[in-house]
C-alpha cells in the first residue's frame, strides 16, 4: 500500500507539473557539466532540426527537470529524434521506443538507417513517427561522466576472497564520488522511476494525449513503470524481452540470470553436436571451453580485439554470452576455435592499454541499474555462497555479465531510489508481453511472472527460438505485434510463434 500511495503521489505531481510548467524543448545541446539551469516556465513547440545519416530525421533537446519533485529547480537536456510516417494520410499517432542495456542510445536507434530505424517495420514507419530518446544520463542526455583511470580499475567481478570483496567496495565509493562530482545532480536521479516522468513529458511536449510505446530489455521496466504510475495514459505498450522488477535479492537474481545464459550455453553446444557448420563439430565442446576459461584465468589467452593483450576469464565469458543475443553461434565456434588454435601469450602480459592521466570516460550503466535494483551483499562470506549456489545452476556460464551489474552496485547507498516491487498496474489498456523461450538477458520465466502480475491486463506472445529480443524473428512475431501497435488487435492468450532456422 505504502509503494501503491507513493506512485499515486508521482502521478498526481506529474500531472501538474506538466499542466501549469510544461516542459519547453530547444534544440541546444545536452549538457555535459555538472551545471544546471532551471526548468522555464514557457512552453514553446519543439525545435526540430534535420539529422541522422540521411538527413531525413529530426532531432531536438527537451529541457526537463533533474529532480521531478523540484520541477523549477536545476535541469538538463533530454535528447530526442524523430522520423515522422512515410504515409501521412495513414497516420496512427506516435510511437515511443524505449531503448535497452541501460546504455543504449534511443536517438541512434532513430538517426540511423543501419541497425537503427530499420529495426521497425515498413508498416510501423509507414503509420507512425518513431520517436525515441537517451535516458537521462546515458548518451547525449546529460551523460553520466567518470575519471577513465578509475572506471579501468574497477576489479573483477570474479571476486575469489575477502581482501578483493573489501577492495572492490572501497573501489565502488571511489568511483561514485568522482563520478557524482562530475556528473552533478543528476547522478543521484538517473533511476527509471524519473524516466517514467521524462516519458510523460516526451508525450505532452508531442501533443500525444496517450502513449504508445514500445520497450525493449532495460525499456520493458521504463514501460511497466510507466503503466504503473500513468495506466490512464497508455494507448497500446509493448514489451519486448521482459524484466522482472520484482525479484528480491541478489541471489534470486543472479540465480535466474545465469541459468538463462546456461541454458543458451547448452543449445549452442547441442547446435554444434548436429551440425557440421559449427566449426567445433565432433569435438568435445564443454572441454574446450573449460580449457579456454583456464588458460585465460592464468593469462595466456590472447585478446583477439587488443593484439599483444591478454583476454581475462571474466572477457571470455562475457564475449560467449554476448553472441548468444543474436544468437550467433557460427561467429563463436569460430572465435573459440581460434583461441583454441592461438600459442600461449606470457604470463604477466598487459590486459588493456592505460588511458591518458586526467581522461574521462562515460558510464551509461552503474548510476541507473544501482538506482533501480536494491541487491546488496553483506560481506564475502555471502558473496561466496551466491556464487557456489549460481555455479551449480550454470557450471559453464558462472560468470556472465549480469555478476557485474552485481560488482558493480556493491556498497551502493541503501535504500535504492526505486527499488523491486510487486507490478501493480489499474486502469491501463492492454499490455502485449513477448519474449523466447531462450532468451540468455531477460529468462522466459521472468515474462511469465510479469504477465501474471499484470493479470488481465497482459497478454504473452512467445518466441519458441533463441536471443534476446523477438520482434525481427520472423513475420508471425512482427506481423502479430504490429497488428496490435496499429489496430490494438490483441493474439489470443496462449499464442506463439515458431523458432526461425538458426
Given at each position: 500500500?505504502?509503494?501503491?500511495?507513493?506512485?499515486?503521489?508521482?502521478?498526481?505531481?506529474?500531472?501538474?507539473?506538466?499542466?501549469?510548467?510544461?516542459?519547453?524543448?530547444?534544440?541546444?545541446?545536452?549538457?555535459?557539466?555538472?551545471?544546471?539551469?532551471?526548468?522555464?516556465?514557457?512552453?514553446?513547440?519543439?525545435?526540430?532540426?534535420?539529422?541522422?545519416?540521411?538527413?531525413?530525421?529530426?532531432?531536438?533537446?527537451?529541457?526537463?527537470?533533474?529532480?521531478?519533485?523540484?520541477?523549477?529547480?536545476?535541469?538538463?537536456?533530454?535528447?530526442?529524434?524523430?522520423?515522422?510516417?512515410?504515409?501521412?494520410?495513414?497516420?496512427?499517432?506516435?510511437?515511443?521506443?524505449?531503448?535497452?542495456?541501460?546504455?543504449?542510445?534511443?536517438?541512434?536507434?532513430?538517426?540511423?538507417?543501419?541497425?537503427?530505424?530499420?529495426?521497425?517495420?515498413?508498416?510501423?514507419?509507414?503509420?507512425?513517427?518513431?520517436?525515441?530518446?537517451?535516458?537521462?544520463?546515458?548518451?547525449?542526455?546529460?551523460?553520466?561522466?567518470?575519471?577513465?583511470?578509475?572506471?579501468?580499475?574497477?576489479?573483477?567481478?570474479?571476486?575469489?576472497?575477502?581482501?578483493?570483496?573489501?577492495?572492490?567496495?572501497?573501489?565502488?565509493?571511489r568511483l561514485r564520488a568522482d563520478c557524482r562530482a562530475r556528473t552533478g545532480p543528476l547522478y543521484d536521479h538517473a533511476d527509471t522511476l524519473s524516466t517514467v516522468r521524462d516519458v510523460d513529458a516526451i508525450r505532452a511536449a508531442l501533443g500525444e494525449s496517450k502513449l504508445t510505446f514500445h520497450g525493449?530489455?532495460?525499456?520493458?521496466?521504463?514501460?511497466?513503470?510507466?503503466?504503473?504510475?500513468?495506466?490512464?495514459?497508455?494507448?497500446?505498450?509493448?514489451?519486448?524481452?521482459?524484466?522482472?522488477?520484482?525479484?528480491?535479492?541478489?541471489?534470486?537474481?543472479?540465480?535466474?540470470?545465469?541459468?538463462?545464459?546456461?541454458?543458451?550455453?547448452?543449445?549452442?553446444?547441442?547446435?554444434?553436436?548436429?551440425?557440421?557448420?559449427?566449426?567445433?563439430?565432433?569435438?568435445?565442446?564443454?572441454?574446450?571451453?573449460?580449457?579456454?576459461?583456464a588458460r585465460a584465468a592464468r593469462g595466456e589467452l590472447p585478446d583477439p580485439s587488443t593484439p599483444g593483450a591478454a583476454l581475462p576469464e571474466f572477457g571470455l565469458v562475457l564475449m560467449a554470452y554476448k553472441r548468444f543475443y543474436g544468437p550467433d553461434w557460427a561467429q563463436l565456434a569460430s572465435t573459440l576455435a581460434a583461441l583454441d588454435a592461438a600459442p600461449p601469450l606470457k604470463p604477466g602480459t598487459r590486459t588493456a592499454a592505460a588511458p591518458k592521466a586526467g581522461e574521462t570516460t562515460?558510464?551509461?550503466?552503474?548510476?541507473?541499474?544501482?538506482?533501480?535494483?536494491?541487491?546488496?551483499?553483506?560481506?564475502?562470506?555471502?558473496?561466496?555462497?551466491?556464487?557456489?549456489?549460481?555455479?551449480?545452476?550454470?557450471?559453464?556460464?558462472?560468470?556472465?555479465?549480469?555478476?557485474?551489474?552485481?560488482?558493480?552496485?556493491?556498497?551502493?547507498?541503501?535504500?535504492?531510489?526505486?527499488?523491486?516491487?510487486?507490478?501493480?498496474?489499474?486502469?491501463?489498456?492492454?499490455?502485449?508481453?513477448?519474449?523466447?523461450?531462450?532468451?540468455?538477458?531477460?529468462?522466459?520465466?521472468?515474462?511469465?511472472?510479469?504477465?501474471?502480475?499484470?493479470?488481465?491486463?497482459?497478454?504473452?506472445?512467445?518466441?519458441?527460438?533463441?536471443?534476446?529480443?523477438?520482434?525481427?524473428?520472423?513475420?508471425?512475431?512482427?506481423?502479430?505485434?504490429?497488428?496490435?501497435?496499429?489496430?490494438?488487435?490483441?493474439?489470443?492468450?496462449?499464442?506463439?510463434?515458431?523458432?526461425?532456422?538458426?
Amino acid at each position: 500500500m505504502l509503494r501503491r500511495n507513493r506512485l499515486a503521489a508521482l502521478a498526481g505531481a506529474g500531472a501538474v507539473a506538466l499542466a501549469g510548467v510544461a516542459p519547453p524543448a530547444t534544440a541546444s545541446p545536452a549538457p555535459r557539466s555538472p551545471s544546471v539551469q532551471a526548468a522555464p516556465r514557457s512552453a514553446p513547440a519543439i525545435d526540430w532540426r534535420a539529422c541522422g545519416d540521411d538527413g531525413k530525421a529530426e532531432c531536438a533537446t527537451l529541457r526537463l527537470p533533474i529532480d521531478w519533485s523540484r520541477p523549477d529547480g536545476p535541469a538538463f537536456g533530454l535528447a530526442i529524434a524523430r522520423r515522422k510516417a512515410l504515409d501521412p494520410d495513414a497516420r496512427v499517432g506516435t510511437l515511443v521506443f524505449g531503448p535497452g542495456g541501460p546504455g543504449d542510445s534511443g536517438v541512434q536507434r532513430v538517426t540511423r538507417i543501419e541497425s537503427g530505424i530499420d529495426r521497425f517495420s515498413d508498416q510501423l514507419r509507414r503509420r507512425f513517427d518513431i520517436v525515441s530518446f537517451d535516458p537521462r544520463g546515458i548518451g547525449a542526455s546529460h551523460p553520466v561522466t567518470c575519471s577513465a583511470d578509475l572506471v579501468r580499475a574497477a576489479p573483477s567481478p570474479m571476486i575469489k576472497s575477502a581482501a578483493q570483496f573489501r577492495a572492490t567496495l572501497a573501489h565502488n565509493a571511489r568511483l561514485r564520488a568522482d563520478c557524482r562530482a562530475r556528473t552533478g545532480p543528476l547522478y543521484d536521479h538517473a533511476d527509471t522511476l524519473s524516466t517514467v516522468r521524462d516519458v510523460d513529458a516526451i508525450r505532452a511536449a508531442l501533443g500525444e494525449s496517450k502513449l504508445t510505446f514500445h520497450g525493449s530489455s532495460y525499456g520493458t521496466l521504463l514501460g511497466e513503470m510507466y503503466a504503473e504510475t500513468f495506466p490512464g495514459r497508455v494507448r497500446a505498450m509493448v514489451l519486448e524481452s521482459v524484466d522482472d522488477h520484482s525479484i528480491p535479492d541478489a541471489r534470486r537474481f543472479l540465480t535466474s540470470e545465469l541459468a538463462a545464459a546456461q541454458d543458451s550455453f547448452d543449445r549452442f553446444v547441442a547446435w554444434c553436436g548436429r551440425t557440421q557448420e559449427c566449426v567445433l563439430h565432433g569435438k568435445d565442446v564443454r572441454g574446450v571451453w573449460r580449457d579456454l576459461r583456464a588458460r585465460a584465468a592464468r593469462g595466456e589467452l590472447p585478446d583477439p580485439s587488443t593484439p599483444g593483450a591478454a583476454l581475462p576469464e571474466f572477457g571470455l565469458v562475457l564475449m560467449a554470452y554476448k553472441r548468444f543475443y543474436g544468437p550467433d553461434w557460427a561467429q563463436l565456434a569460430s572465435t573459440l576455435a581460434a583461441l583454441d588454435a592461438a600459442p600461449p601469450l606470457k604470463p604477466g602480459t598487459r590486459t588493456a592499454a592505460a588511458p591518458k592521466a586526467g581522461e574521462t570516460t562515460t558510464d551509461p550503466f552503474t548510476a541507473q541499474f544501482c538506482s533501480d535494483w536494491s541487491l546488496p551483499v553483506r560481506d564475502y562470506g555471502e558473496y561466496a555462497r551466491i556464487m557456489r549456489r549460481t555455479e551449480k545452476v550454470a557450471p559453464d556460464m558462472t560468470f556472465a555479465r549480469p555478476v557485474m551489474a552485481i560488482s558493480a552496485c556493491l556498497g551502493w547507498p541503501q535504500p535504492v531510489r526505486n527499488p523491486q516491487h510487486r507490478l501493480h498496474v489499474e486502469g491501463s489498456a492492454p499490455i502485449l508481453l513477448a519474449n523466447a523461450v531462450h532468451d540468455p538477458a531477460t529468462p522466459y520465466a521472468w515474462a511469465k511472472t510479469v504477465e501474471r502480475q499484470l493479470g488481465p491486463t497482459g497478454r504473452l506472445l512467445t518466441y519458441e527460438g533463441a536471443g534476446h529480443g523477438s520482434y525481427n524473428r520472423g513475420p508471425c512475431m512482427q506481423n502479430t505485434i504490429d497488428a496490435y501497435l496499429i489496430s490494438l488487435t490483441l493474439p489470443p492468450r496462449g499464442t506463439t510463434c515458431p523458432a526461425q532456422q538458426q
